[in-house]
């Protein structure tokens, strides 16, 4: 069982949608115990709610001992404007605890990953119940807080690996938020970018993860692709290929993550149970 | 009067729009010669051809004594993919000449500066043709090689200044193709990108401009935003005053920069004639 907090760091969730999350989680997973917390329903423009508000609910969330973890409602954009604050807000308990989400949540793993903080753990949010099949990536992530580690991407071996969106990492490669990754089995996924910014993305972020003498690469899927006015030429997975080339990085091949409904579980770091 | 050599290091351009840009320039500057390479009329998919003919066109121009300025004839995407070998490929000839371009040409305007080669210049393209009132946006670009700085962006100063793409810049930064901007006005524009994906980029650019210890950032137009399911909340300048307050970089107001036709000149460096 998990005592389970779930705020939203960027964009606002619905009651509705969380209702859903809430009945899919009493009926299957009762050993759980989900708590919303009412800042996930804030809007301010793009953002639930204003930075201040996204900040002090996400260190609430994390600073209280009577959760084991903390989970994103949702991705979006907006957690970079508060994830270096929020970790150093951060207290003992945080420390005990998992950080759970994906895509702009990318964000705040990476800053705790970096500090040190907790678990940060790649992983499906509430918010993907909007998804067809939806309900199954939630119970992967509610199945991994129980324990089970069968949800989890199937290629992670001894060594540490991370899973970030593509454009997310992009943002954070040398900014203060970005963590040490020597070593590291990196993955990457992508959504809604046309293909000739994928390329543009894996450039800049090959270039900096060289330079941190990562393990490898992955390349989880990239979907939802728009049509531009003509073909690019080359597909994503010659696209990482032509990248890792260039830069030294070991091609180490797919990975099973996306912005999809399938998308797998990665603990940063070994992976492990919870 | 000078002999211009007109390539295509990202996409390709139509003999169409180089006879309407031949056409006015024989009309109206005379004193220049304007080359096309036929490199600028091959498709290779997204590309004026594959990564290996971008490249020769590129440095057959530069390192050709014949030619006193090589104007990229559109951006698009592609420029990052061969700029750091045609900086390797190029001569003293080269070094004597301007490089004149934006958008994606900016990825060049930045490997060459760092190199140190020849006068590195923002400026319309001949692509601008195809915009309305497009011609003066040519007339600008060809008035400045002819050695009239009326068309410079009017907030020069005695500070070296540098323009880019804001998402251009964003994938320059920490690579081996970024120029040291340390003392360095910097203007930054945007075109169709959604404006949470601009605060994003201004995170990251201004993370790194930091660093830099540039002299201060300038924001040039953002323009054709697309629709978002909902408002922002927040305008670019703001977004800009913002990032620059959390990074301690001098806020120095707007740039009369853009993907429009009124688009100025800025040398790269200490503004001055030709």
Same mark, same amino acid.
């Given at each position: 069982?998990?005592?389970?907090?779930?705020?939203?760091?960027?964009?606002?969730?619905?009651?509705?949608?969380?209702?859903?999350?809430?009945?899919?989680?009493?009926?299957?997973?009762?050993?759980?115990?989900?708590?919303?917390?009412?800042?996930?329903?804030?809007?301010?423009?793009?953002?639930? %709610?204003?930075? #201040?508000? +996204? *900040? =002090?609910?996400?260190?609430?969330?994390?600073?209280?001992?009577?959760?084991? $973890?903390?989970? @994103?409602?949702?991705? %979006?954009?907006? #957690?970079? +404007? *508060? =994830?270096?604050?929020?970790?150093?807000?951060?207290?003992?308990?945080?420390? $005990?605890?998992? @950080?759970?989400?994906?895509?702009?949540?990318?964000?705040? *793993? =990476?800053?705790?990953?970096?500090?040190?903080?907790?678990?940060?753990?790649? $992983?499906?949010?509430?918010?993907?119940?909007?998804?067809?099949?939806?309900?199954? =990536?939630?119970?992967?992530?509610?199945?991994?807080?129980?324990?089970?580690?069968?949800?989890?991407?199937?290629?992670?071996?001894?060594?540490?690996?991370?899973?970030?969106?593509?454009?997310?990492?992009?943002?954070?490669?040398?900014?203060?938020?970005?963590?040490?990754?020597?070593?590291?089995?990196?993955?990457?996924?992508?959504?809604?970018?046309?293909?000739?910014?994928?390329?543009?993305?894996?450039?800049?972020?090959?270039?900096?993860?060289?330079?941190?003498?990562?393990?490898?690469?992955?390349?989880?899927?990239?979907?939802?692709?728009?049509?531009?006015?003509?073909?690019?030429?080359?597909?994503?997975?010659?696209?990482?290929?032509?990248?890792?080339?260039?830069?030294?990085?070991?091609?180490?091949?797919?990975?099973?993550?996306?912005?999809?409904?399938?998308?797998?579980?990665?603990?940063?770091?070994?992976?492990?149970?919870?």
């Amino acid at each position: 069982m998990a005592r389970i907090a779930i705020c939203a760091p960027s964009t606002p969730f619905t009651r509705d949608d969380a209702d859903r999350v809430l009945g899919l989680a009493s009926a299957e997973y009762p050993q759980h115990d989900l708590v919303f917390h009412e800042q996930c329903f804030a809007i301010d423009g793009h953002f639930a %709610g204003p930075d #201040a508000l +996204r *900040l =002090a609910a996400l260190v609430e969330c994390a600073n209280d001992p009577g959760f084991d $973890a903390v989970w @994103f409602v949702r991705g %979006g954009y907006g #957690a970079n +404007r *508060l =994830a270096g604050e929020a970790v150093l807000g951060m207290n003992e308990a945080a420390r $005990a605890k998992a @950080f759970v989400g994906y895509s702009d949540g990318g964000t705040l *793993l =990476a800053a705790l990953y970096r500090a040190g903080i907790g678990r940060p753990v790649h $992983a499906p949010m509430p918010a993907d119940i909007r998804r067809a099949g939806g309900e199954d =990536a939630v119970r992967r992530a509610l199945g991994w807080l129980d324990g089970n580690v069968e949800g989890c991407e199937p290629s992670l071996d001894d060594r540490p690996a991370v899973a970030f969106n593509l454009m997310t990492l992009a943002m954070l490669v040398g900014t203060d938020l970005m963590p040490d990754l020597r070593g590291h089995v990196v993955m990457v996924e992508e959504v809604a970018e046309h293909l000739y910014a994928v390329d543009r993305l894996l450039f800049h972020v090959t270039h900096h993860l060289a330079a941190h003498r990562i393990a490898g690469l992955r390349l989880g899927r990239v979907s939802d692709v728009p049509e531009n006015d003509r073909p690019f030429g080359s597909e994503p997975e010659a696209m990482a290929r032509f990248w890792c080339e260039k830069h030294a990085i070991a091609w180490l091949g797919r990975a099973d993550i996306g912005h999809d409904a399938a998308n797998k579980i990665v603990p940063f770091g070994v992976a492990g149970g919870v």
